[in-house]
């Protein structure tokens, strides 16, 4: 069971970046993909942004253009780089590890607020 550490969340002025970080207590690589998720108080989990051990990325449409999702193998971390954050992106960010067919790993979350 891979234990996944979320940081880098916290209040934000509209316009403003944040940058996420995960870090992994194994090798991210074998892993399928990791992904960035969201979720507010009565709301589901929604994607944000997800990576495939390839390199290829997928964004929800409202973050394209604004949120890059990146990784480093060499230090088991996966980033999300948000800029211009707006108040709708505020949420709890979740990291999620998968390798189908076994249980995704989820991590604690860190939140993420964005005054207007």
């Known amino acids: 069971q891979v234990q996944l550490v979320e940081s880098g969340g916290g209040l934000v002025q509209a316009g403003g970046s944040l940058r996420l970080s995960c870090a992994a207590s194994g090798n991210i690589f074998r892993f399928n993909y990791m992904g960035w998720y969201r979720q507010t108080p009565g709301k589901q989990r929604d994607l944000v942004a997800l990576i495939r051990s390839g390199g290829s990325t997928n964004y929800t449409d409202s973050v394209k253009g604004r949120f890059t999702i990146s990784r480093d193998n060499a230090n088991d971390t996966v980033y999300l780089q948000m800029n211009n954050l707006r108040p709708g992106d505020t949420a709890v960010y979740y990291c999620?590890?998968?390798?189908?067919?076994?249980?995704?790993?989820w991590g604690q979350g860190t939140q993420v607020t964005v005054s207007s």
């Open positions: 999620k590890a998968a390798r189908p067919p076994w249980p995704p790993n």
